[in-house]
Each structure stands twice: as C-alpha cells, then as structure tokens.
C-alpha cells in the first residue's frame, strides 16, 4: 500500500539492483550536496495511497494497551513508562532484558555479520530502512504520541527525513568500508629485475556492540544515524530508548530484526533494551566492556557524563547548545518576522536547533523603508508569532504539545527573568483535550544578562536581547557559542561586510550559519545528504550527522599477508 | 606579507604541477595499496649522488656542541638532554620556549593557514617533506646517532619511509577535505513546478593547536604521519620531541619552518617545544585547553595517562603489545629460522613489531623431512640468531645500538625468568667503540609461564614458548593480544585450516597477520600506502598509520547557507 512496496519488490534479489542503484544516488549526493531524498515527505494520498494512514493509525492503535511484540533473549518483566503529551494514555509494556544475556546475545550474533562483509550488511540495512518506510504511519504516530509532535512533523521528521539520515549513513558507512581495496598482489622491485610479491587482504572489523541511547523528541531523527552507522559497519546494536518516547524505537527493533531474520541473519544484531522505572539503564550499558560504541542526544550533562566515564567506548554525542540570531539589517521585513516566527512557534521551540537569543542593536536595524527601532523589530516578530498562534486549530499543527513537565518549569522561571514581550499561552487542543500545547513566551533582555542567556532554555521560551551593535551581537555569539555551543546560528543583514564578518564569526566558533532566511527555508531545519547537523567543532557536539568521521572510526581493517610467487 | 597574493607566484614556479601528479599517484596508492612509494630508500650514491652522504654528514656535524638554529617565539632557554648510544657527545642545545608565548604564536597561525584552503595547504605539506628529503642524510644521521639505529636503517626509517608516511597522511587529509563539493546551490522542489534554491558553502575547519609527542626510537617515522595530518587539515602543530631524541625533529622543525615562510606563511604553525631535564612538559602540554589534538607513539601507562587526562583533545596513541609468532609447520625450515632470526635481531628487537613470544607445540612442528622436535625448532632460530651476530662488523649494521638504559636492565631481568638458549653478548662495534651493543637474548618458556610473556619487553628479548598445540598456541594469542595488544602476529603453517583460524584469531583479537614469511619480508617491517601499522582494534594502539579515521576528525566542516533566487 505504501510506495516502499508499490516501487520496487526491495526484498527479492532483483530488489538489490533497484537499492544499489539507490545507494549510488546516495553516494553521489553526499559528495555533491545538492537537493536528493529518497523517502517522500509528503503524507499525503497521493504519494502514499488513501488507505496508508487510516493502516498506520491502526497499526499504531494495535499496540495501546498491550505488550509490544518483541520476543528476545533475557527478557525478565515488562516495563511501561511512556506518557502521551497529548494525554490520552499509551500504556504499552516493553520487555526489559537482563542486560548480560542481552549483550551475549549481541556479541554471539557478530561475526556472521562480520563475515557477511560490507556489501551484504549494506543491502540489508537498505532493506530495513525500506521496510520501516512500509511502516511510515505506524512510525509517525508512534512519534506524535510520545514527543508531542504534530502530525505532520511527526509524519515528516520521524519518519522520511529520519530515513533519509539513516540512508546517508549507511552510504557513509558503504564509502569507508569500500575505500581500499579488499585484496592486492603488492609487487615491490628488488633490484637486477627481480621483485618480492606479497598478497595482501583487508578485513573490515567491526569494534563491537554499539549502544544507541535515544532522546524524547526525535527518537528516530536522532538515533537511525547511529544505528545505521555501526550496523551497517558491522557492530551489534543495543538500543536504549528515552522512557518516554520507547515506541518509535521499538517498531524499529521489531521491522529491523524481521528483515535480519529473513535475511538469513541473527536478529539480535538490533534489540531494545527497555529501562524499568527506577533504573539507571543508560549508564550501566554505557560502562559495560562488551560496549564499543555509543551514540547519544540529549542533555550536555549526561552527554560530558558519558564522554568521561564510557572511557571503553568510541562515544558520539549531540549535547545541547544556545542559538543565536543576529539581526543587523534586511530588505525584507516581514518575510525576516514571519520566518522567525515559524522557527520560534515549530514543535513549541523543543528542537535543538531551535533560536534561544535574537540579537538586536538597542538602536534599531537598517530596513528599505528607513530603520526600525529596538522595539519596532520585537513587536514585528511578536506580532509574527502572535498570528501563527492565534487560531487553536492552526496553532497546535505547529505547536504541537509540550513534551514533558521540565519545559513547563522553565517557561514559568522565563518569564520571571526579562520583561515579558509575549505571554505564553494554553491553548485548547480541538482535538486532543488532554493535549499540554503552550505558545511561544518572548522576553526582553539585555546584552548584560549574560547569565541568563548563555544558559539554555529548552522549549518555547527566546530571548530579545539588546547590544550596543552588531558587532557586539557578533561578539557575544562567538564566545558564548565557544563556550556553550550551538547548533544553529542565523544572521540578517544586507551589507556583505556584516555578512562576511558573521560567517568568520560562525567559522572561529564553528557553528553552522544561516543567512537571511525569509522565505520557506528555517533555520531549524536541515535536509539530509546536503546539511550537517552541527559540527562537532563546538561543545553542543562531538560529531557531526553525518560525514565520514561519524562512520570511519566505527570499523577497523586488519590486514594478512601472504608471500606469493613473483 | 599577504599570501594570497604571493602564493600563487610561489606555487606556480616551484613544482606545484609536479606535486599535485605525486598527490594523484598517493592518492590511487592509498586506494589500491599496491607497492608504491616517492622517496627511493635506497642511500647508494647511484640514487642521490656522489656527495649527499658526506654533504648531509657534514651538515649533521656542524649541528654537534651548538645552539640548534631555531628562531622560535617565547625562547626563554636553552635545553639539552640527548645522549647518543654510539657513545660520542652531541651536546646540542635547543631552544626552550615558554609555552603561553608558544601557544599563542601557534594560534595566531592559525587563521591565515585555514583560509589558504586544503589545495594550498596541501601543496605547502608536500614542498615540505621535498624539502626534508633534499636533507635526508642530515636527518638519517640525526636518527642514527640519537635512536642507535644502524645507519641503513635510519636512513630508510628514519628518511624516505618517514617521508612517504608523511606524504600517506597528507593523501588521506587532501581526500578527506575534498569529499563533498566546496559549495552547491540546494534546488528543492517545492509543489506547483517551484523551487526552492540555496546556495551552500562548506567550510573545511581545523580543530586547533595539535601536539605530536615523539618517541625515542623512531622520531620520525612515528611523528611525519600526525604531524602532516594535522597540518595538512589546518591545525598549527608543536612538536614536544622525546629528550633523547631532540635533533631528528628539531630538523624537521626547521626545515618545516623554512618552507611555510617561503611560501608566505607563519612559521610558527610547526614549533619544537623541547623539554628541560626536570620538566613534565608533554602532561602539561597535554592538558592545556588550546591542544585539540595529540599524537603520541610510546609507554602504555602514559598513552593511558594521555586517553584520560587529555580530555580536551582528540588523542591518537600508539602505545606497547605483545607480539607473536605462531610456528605449526613450514615448508621452508632453513627460510622460516633466517627470517625470524632477521626479526628478532635488528636493532636489537627495539621495534614495536618485533615479536616477543614465539609460541611453539611441544611435541614440534611438522616440515617436508618430517617432524622437527621443540628443541630443534629452537635450536634452529638460536642458531641463525648466532649466525647473523656472529661478525661484529656484520652484526652492528643489524642490531644498532641500545637506546636507554631502560633496555639493559629488562635484557638482564630477562635472563632470569627462564631457561636461555641463547645469552645476550656484548659486541664490540668496530667504528663507535663506546656505543652499547647487544645481540639478541632467547630465554625458553612454558603456556604455563603466562605472567612473564604477557607482559611486553621491550629489547632485543624474545621467548620461545612450549604449548599443548597449535590450537593452544592461536588461543593463547587470541587472548594476549585482546587484554595485552599487539602491533604484530606472524603464523607459519602448511595447512590451509591452520592458516584460516589463524587469520580468524587475528580478526577476533584485531592484529595485522603476516603468513609463511621466509624470504625478504619480514613481520616487523610495514609499507606506506599498502601496509596499515597498529590496527586500533586492540589495546596496542588506538589509530592506525595510515587510514581515513586517522584524518578525518582532526578538521570540521562548518556550513553556511543563504536562500538564492530560483
């Protein structure tokens, strides 16, 4: 029903063809950058046949109320500790496993992965991205109900676009395994015309079980990278999803172990390891020896936690950070509100890509119709956001719910640190009357409150802050970006001279950098085999999703080698 | 001085088309890892003229008794601790610099070798190594007389094969900095036949200062491939040179200096930071907050010391193991027995692929007259050791010098543990009459002696070792070298099973394997751009020499991006 079954039969043998041609696609669009996807965003019948939602919906519906099913080894209790930000209750029990038959299995499963060789395991994880994309609704719901997500995002980010990352690291992977060559007669001259000849085999070794620990509001987005890496590279995956966002990951593990098991490998080469209510589970796995790989997203404390202890480990994490949007100038005023307004309002500011502090010259910006003054440019994107917000049928698509108690907190402490510019507000789900939907909250600061601003604040909550100039705006982005991280930064300004100074500024500090976005394109958004998604090169991150550092150092080559006849 | 205007003069008229066919040539090489190499190893007269060798004599002996020629920022002294193991002084002082000032003048580089670009960085890397080359006698015989390497081998090590090492980093760093397009313009279609188009650039952005730790035995070779993968990806290097072996790097240094000045650049982006007698300069080096990357080749305990303290910066280390020789059978008996003995005797078994443990059945081995007994097997390798040390004019030209002190006492410790089939002599060197001179020591061992030959000793010490099998003897590895690490393992076998569980125990354990070695290749010896040294698979080393993952986290790439018309 879906397009994954309607293009081509990807799980017979001519199916391969049909995926090595899409992984050609995929390499050449790593290197090249431009436009390329091979899951389609659209929700909509059109692409994906009138019946695939109401299939998903009821597929996702199937799982409420029971024990998911997934039977793996060691499993010794059910745990549930999902709750559904747009209220209604999810109550489905995971099996939690006893972590050493869990990781023996992991390990027993290996090396016929191993010896399966690049090729093979690249085919297969196509395979399983090609089945999750079958089960694309299923996977949206799934993430509506636990991040907050709207649909369409959840739709959107949860399912093509998490794909899509998936697949370029599974290209990634494909490119640095293949990068030598497998097997070379070296022939080295040895004087009077003779030479020594030696064959020569490189084996691709994988480093050992990975660990994938998910986060609660792209449990997809953010883990298929990971996982797709070290599995395409060779390594077992354990996948220890966020309590509260288990089921996106869970429909993982079960199509992805489907597929391993009708190719003729062992599943336990993907499993979920569950974590019961009172249990450290993340950090218990992450310090176990059998552990070669981690990959985590979510709070900096955890993840500078993780970098310190899971010494045995090669450990990628994506942390948090503080976005900046300096305006200094545009040519199009209200196209820079209503862009910005977009980006404060999507998913209630819970991404991490999301801007925190918008930095404005106290004496205003350089428009066409002459300057705007401090206030003329915060009351524009205040009364941006208020237009997105105001009708609750339109809003909560945007919006979406607020995913957990903590973001609640911190919009209440917000709006007690600045004059408060724009009121948060509740808004009544039309449809979900349980749903916790709260607008955008927009304090005034200024550049002195250096306190405030260089921490992050998580969810709908920005900061207007005042500097003396642009150059000060630029300043403080680099050194607190330096100091705090970032993963977005976005500038406005229609001199090149400004425009070249905050790309140098994004270059020392090493932030990805967005220029006068008016139009559809956000800050908050990038698209797979062409944006990074941060740059390793600040403290919100180590690595980057996804280039060839993210993959090369998840498998090694050993190498044997035989004297042969000259 | 302004590169971007003098450079393209500079390169145009100094080879730069020359140099970029070597960098297609390595490039191919590093893909295809047949025998290739730029730097011919051979020091006869025939090769690099008449006069080289009494040219680069002379210029080594000027340095002797001197101030090292070394214009560095921040030198507030003058430091000199080497001790040559041929025995005649060389009381060279080198500059010692305080290292704020050092660091700063390294940061300071930093930006105008960035924006020079991979291409010119790249270009400039290999005008270096040239330019080291042109001086490779100079350099062999700073080698010779700091390591008590035999001068052939410190010509070849210590000269072209450093430089082709060099030159594989630089390869890897330029292939890995133009892995995707500089910058593309994004085409998404946007519904109805529109598009929405941005136009992307993609920044190749250095981590920072780099560190390269030297190492007293082979200075260069263990320096060229971090020291030339960190520059060539944009990151200012200081090299803190082991104290005994100050003048292969110091040379390197300057030379290096002499062409990034001549090519319009900052000299300081490759300093020497030459340690005092009493100083622990590489930990505080090591732990400063401007190193974002560190090279280190020597002690386990200290390469520890560096994974967890250096926390800061990205650090490559290849540290000590444990490396073995399987002997099941041969076909070759009177080969197998010469090639090992080369092996275990040159310079005097202070390589980190020297093999230690040699791991023979008890009941012996199988060969085409028949069995030969365990004490035949041993007889045979004390005999050809005896044989190849027997001449002292023939011996020194093998095993060197010894390098510390360090090695003397392990070589009298070592005589105790067990029964020795053959003593360690002292030989006479007939043109350095104080230099330390050892031939190898063989001590007989049992599995059961696990303690003694699970640790590493480092010398010209090896252990012939009586097992139940051939069977007892991989799995005996196998666990060594997963617990211990290795850099190398060597079986010899007839038997094609024999030979396949003993690349599967390689595979498992993650070492380089060499099989049936009985000619002129020999197991501690590795090629540049077709054999890969370490595997970092096993705790022996965390990188390997030379491979994607060991460039590819040493740069950043930062994005930026600005919505064009469509």
Same mark, same amino acid.
């Given at each position: &029903?879906?397009?994954? #079954?309607?293009?081509?039969?990807?799980?017979?043998?001519?199916?391969?063809?049909?995926?090595?041609?899409?992984?050609?696609?995929?390499?050449?669009?790593?290197?090249?950058?431009?436009?390329?996807?091979?899951?389609?965003?659209?929700?909509?019948?059109?692409?994906?046949?009138?019946?695939?939602?109401?299939?998903?919906?009821?597929?996702?519906?199937?799982?409420?109320?029971?024990?998911?099913?997934?039977?793996?080894?060691?499993?010794?209790?059910?745990?549930?500790?999902?709750?559904?930000?747009?209220?209604?209750?999810?109550?489905? +029990?995971?099996?939690?496993?006893?972590?050493?038959?869990?990781?023996?299995?992991?390990?027993? +499963?290996?090396?016929?992965?191993?010896?399966? @060789?690049?090729?093979?395991?690249?085919?297969?994880?196509?395979?399983?991205?090609?089945?999750?994309?079958?089960?694309?609704?299923?996977?949206?719901?799934?993430?509506?109900?636990?991040?907050?997500?709207?649909?369409? =995002?959840?739709?959107?980010?949860?399912?093509?676009?998490?794909? $899509?990352?998936?697949?370029? +690291?599974?290209?990634?992977?494909?490119?640095?395994?293949?990068?030598?060559?497998?097997?070379?007669?070296?022939?080295?001259?040895?004087?009077?015309?003779?030479?020594?000849?030696?064959?020569?085999?490189?084996?691709?070794?994988?480093?050992?079980?990975?660990?994938?620990? @998910?986060?609660?509001?792209?449990?997809?987005?953010?883990?298929?990278?990971?996982?797709?890496?070290?599995? +395409?590279?060779?390594?077992?995956?354990?996948?220890?999803?966020?309590?509260?966002?288990?089921?996106?990951?869970?429909?993982?593990?079960?199509?992805?172990?489907?597929?391993?098991?009708?190719?003729?490998?062992?599943?336990?080469?993907?499993?979920?390891?569950?974590?019961?209510? $009172?249990?450290?589970?993340?950090? =218990?796995?992450?310090?176990?020896?059998?552990?070669?790989?981690?990959?985590?997203?979510?709070?900096?404390?955890?993840?500078?936690?993780?970098?310190?202890?899971?010494?045995?480990?090669?450990?990628?994490?994506?942390?948090?950070?503080? /976005?900046?949007?300096?305006?200094?100038?545009?040519?199009?005023?209200?196209?820079?509100?209503?862009?910005?307004?977009?980006?404060?309002?999507?998913?209630?500011?819970? =991404?991490?890509?999301?801007?925190? /502090?918008?930095?404005?010259?106290?004496?205003?910006?350089?428009?066409?119709?002459?300057?705007?003054?401090?206030?003329?440019?915060?009351?524009?994107?205040?009364?941006?956001?208020?237009?997105?917000?105001?009708?609750?049928?339109?809003?909560?698509?945007?919006?979406?719910?607020?995913?957990?108690?903590?973001?609640?907190?911190?919009?209440?402490?917000?709006?007690?640190?600045?004059?408060?510019?724009?009121?948060?507000?509740?808004?009544?789900?039309?449809?979900? #009357?349980?749903?916790?939907?709260? #607008?955008?909250?927009?304090?005034?600061? $200024?550049?002195?409150?250096?306190?405030?601003?260089?921490?992050?604040?998580?969810?709908?909550?920005?900061? &207007?802050?005042?500097?003396?100039?642009?150059?000060?705006?630029?300043?403080? =982005?680099?050194?607190?970006?330096?100091?705090?991280?970032?993963?977005?930064?976005?500038?406005?300004?229609?001199?090149?001279?400004?425009?070249?100074?905050?790309?140098?500024?994004?270059? $020392?500090?090493?932030?990805?950098?967005?220029?006068?976005? #008016?139009?559809?394109?956000?800050? /908050?958004?990038?698209?797979?085999?062409?944006?990074?998604?941060?740059?390793?090169?600040?403290?919100?991150?180590?690595?980057?999703?996804?280039?060839?550092?993210?993959?090369?150092?998840?498998?090694?080559?050993?190498?044997?080698?035989?004297?042969?006849?000259?």
């Amino acid at each position: &029903m879906t397009p994954a #079954t309607q293009m081509p039969d990807t799980l017979t043998t001519d199916g391969a063809d049909a995926r090595s041609g899409v992984l050609q696609q995929a390499l050449a669009a790593i290197a090249e950058r431009g436009y390329w996807s091979r899951y389609p965003e659209s929700p909509s019948p059109r692409v994906y046949g009138e019946t695939a939602a109401t299939e998903g919906k009821a597929a996702f519906e199937a799982y409420l109320g029971q024990r998911f099913p997934l039977e793996q080894p060691g499993t010794d209790g059910w745990v549930s500790t999902e709750r559904n930000p747009y209220g209604f209750p999810l109550e489905i +029990a995971y099996p939690h496993s006893d972590v050493d038959t869990l990781l023996a299995a992991a390990q027993a +499963a290996l090396p016929q992965w191993r010896q399966a @060789g690049p090729h093979t395991r690249v085919d297969v994880c196509q395979r399983i991205l090609d089945r999750l994309h079958e089960h694309v609704f299923e996977l949206a719901y799934a993430v509506q109900f636990t991040t907050g997500q709207a649909f369409v =995002m959840a739709f959107q980010a949860g399912g093509p676009h998490a794909l $899509d990352r998936g697949l370029e +690291a599974v290209a990634y992977a494909y490119r640095e395994m293949t990068r030598q060559a497998e097997r070379v007669v070296w022939r080295k001259p040895a004087g009077r015309g003779t030479t020594v000849a030696v064959e020569k085999r490189y084996h691709i070794v994988p480093r050992g079980v990975a660990l994938v620990i @998910g986060c609660n509001t792209f449990p997809t987005w953010n883990a298929y990278p990971g996982l797709f890496a070290s599995l +395409a590279t060779g390594n077992p995956v354990v996948i220890k999803p966020h309590p509260r966002a288990v089921l996106p990951l869970a429909i993982t593990v079960r199509y992805a172990r489907q597929v391993l098991t009708e190719a003729g490998f062992d599943p336990n080469l993907v499993t979920l390891a569950a974590q019961g209510p $009172d249990e450290a589970l993340a950090s =218990m796995l992450a310090t176990r020896p059998e552990i070669r790989i981690i990959d985590y997203t979510g709070s900096t404390a955890y993840g500078q936690w993780l970098e310190s202890h899971a010494r045995q480990a090669r450990v990628y994490t994506e942390k948090a950070g503080v /976005n900046f949007v300096v305006i200094d100038s545009t040519d199009d005023v209200d196209g820079m509100f209503r862009n910005l307004a977009f980006s404060l309002t999507l998913y209630s500011g819970q =991404m991490c890509t999301t801007p925190q /502090n918008i930095l404005i010259p106290r004496d205003g910006i350089t428009t066409p119709n002459g300057r705007l003054s401090f206030a003329e440019v915060t009351d524009g994107i205040v009364a941006a956001v208020t237009a997105l917000t105001r009708e609750p049928a339109r809003a909560v698509e945007l919006t979406g719910a607020i995913v957990n108690e903590g973001v609640l907190e911190r919009l209440e402490r917000a709006a007690t640190v600045g004059e408060v510019l724009l009121a948060s507000r509740s808004v009544k789900h039309p449809q979900f #009357t349980d749903a916790t939907v709260r #607008t955008p909250l927009i304090v005034r600061l $200024d550049v002195a409150d250096r306190d405030i601003y260089t921490a992050e604040w998580f969810g709908p909550i920005s900061f &207007m802050v005042s500097t003396d100039s642009t150059e000060q705006s630029l300043a403080v =982005m680099c050194d607190t970006v330096r100091e705090h991280g970032a993963l977005t930064a976005s500038v406005y300004a229609t001199d090149p001279a400004v425009l070249e100074a905050a790309e140098q500024v994004a270059i $020392d500090s090493g932030v990805h950098l967005s220029c006068n976005l #008016t139009g559809g394109v956000f800050v /908050n958004q990038s698209a797979a085999f062409s944006d990074f998604h941060a740059t390793g090169a600040n403290p919100a991150a180590n690595a980057t999703l996804v280039d060839a550092a993210f993959v090369a150092d998840r498998f090694r080559v050993v190498q044997s080698r035989y004297p042969v006849a000259s």
